[in-house]
């Protein structure tokens, strides 16, 4: 859902001496058909490479110069990076931040903004996100785990079978049946993909990710995938599904 942010910084962005431009974008983000300045800055501890934290956005509007400096709620990690694009649908692009956690999960760390009318309105937030999209997920007997979500109504199973004796035997007696109650998880968000979903007006969509584990981080089951489009207030899922890792092939002929 938009949330429209009441204050603003507005004039000449000045920063300090240890503060690095982690990435820098050019579009008409505002819509007055003047090309405007988005800029990320962070602090980039001595000896930390790509790591930065206190990662700031800062839009400089192409004709009067002046700036809007917004101060993001999880603001340190990898890579940080900028994308405009045209995700509302209005012809104007919006400001995609991507960040990366480098934690054991894959975490990452998104945000999204439109500037229309210098109006600075947040369009997507990741701990949102991840406060919505919950999974549980637990071990069914016969070989099957079950990933669903009582709040989002959607149920799904996928077939472990494929993993071995050494990792059923764990779980399941020789019989299918369970030894006893047993759960995975459902990640938070780990990877938010633009992805471009009418080629006429180059408007975009965007693809999540959330991995799908068992009992410990490195038994991945499979992936949470959601296609979220933008209905003109906040982004809905149009497509929710999960997908599972390929095995090697058994001839069955």
């Given at each position: 859902?938009?949330?429209?942010?009441?204050?603003?910084?507005?004039?000449?962005?000045?920063?300090?001496?240890?503060?690095?431009?982690?990435?820098?974008?050019?579009?008409?983000?505002?819509?007055?058909?003047?090309?405007?300045?988005?800029?990320?800055?962070?602090?980039?501890?001595?000896?930390?490479?790509?790591?930065?934290?206190?990662?700031?956005?800062?839009?400089?509007?192409?004709?009067?110069?002046?700036?809007?400096?917004?101060?993001?709620?999880?603001?340190?990690?990898?890579?940080?990076?900028?994308?405009?694009?045209?995700?509302?649908?209005?012809?104007?692009?919006?400001?995609?931040?991507?960040?990366?956690?480098?934690?054991?999960?894959?975490?990452?760390?998104?945000?999204?903004?439109?500037?229309?009318?210098?109006?600075?309105?947040?369009?997507?937030?990741?701990?949102?996100?991840?406060?919505?999209?919950?999974?549980?997920?637990?071990?069914?007997?016969?070989?099957?785990?079950?990933?669903?979500?009582?709040?989002?109504?959607?149920?799904?199973?996928?077939?472990?079978?494929?993993?071995?004796?050494?990792?059923?035997?764990?779980?399941?007696?020789?019989?299918?049946?369970?030894?006893?109650?047993?759960?995975?998880?459902?990640?938070?968000?780990?990877?938010?993909?633009?992805?471009?979903?009418?080629?006429?007006?180059?408007?975009?969509?965007?693809?999540?990710?959330?991995?799908?584990?068992?009992?410990?981080n490195a038994d991945t089951l499979g992936y949470v995938e959601n296609l979220l489009t933008w209905n003109g207030t906040q982004f809905t899922s149009?497509?929710?599904?999960?997908?599972?890792?390929?095995?090697?092939?058994?001839?069955?002929?």
């Amino acid at each position: 859902m938009y949330r429209q942010f009441q204050e603003h910084t507005y004039g000449n962005y000045t920063h300090a001496r240890n503060i690095t431009l982690l990435d820098m974008k050019q579009g008409d983000v505002n819509g007055d058909g003047i090309i405007d300045n988005v800029y990320l800055y962070g602090n980039k501890p001595e000896g930390t490479g790509i790591f930065a934290d206190n990662i700031t956005l800062v839009i400089q509007d192409g004709l009067s110069n002046q700036s809007t400096a917004v101060n993001l709620q999880n603001n340190a990690g990898y890579n940080a990076s900028l994308f405009l694009a045209d995700f509302s649908k209005d012809s104007i692009p919006d400001i995609l931040i991507s960040i990366d956690s480098r934690g054991s999960g894959g975490y990452g760390i998104f945000y999204m903004y439109s500037f229309k009318n210098n109006i600075l309105r947040e369009m997507f937030d990741v701990e949102k996100y991840n406060q919505e999209y919950k999974f549980n997920v637990n071990y069914e007997d016969f070989y099957k785990v079950s990933v669903g979500s009582p709040q989002l109504n959607v149920l799904f199973t996928i077939d472990i079978s494929y993993k071995g004796y050494d990792y059923l035997s764990q779980f399941y007696y020789e019989n299918g049946k369970l030894k006893q109650p047993t759960k995975g998880e459902v990640l938070a968000l780990g990877a938010l993909y633009p992805i471009v979903t009418n080629e006429k007006r180059m408007s975009y969509d965007l693809l999540a990710f959330q991995r799908i584990i068992g009992t410990f981080n490195a038994d991945t089951l499979g992936y949470v995938e959601n296609l979220l489009t933008w209905n003109g207030t906040q982004f809905t899922s149009s497509r929710l599904s999960v997908a599972i890792l390929g095995t090697n092939l058994i001839s069955l002929y």
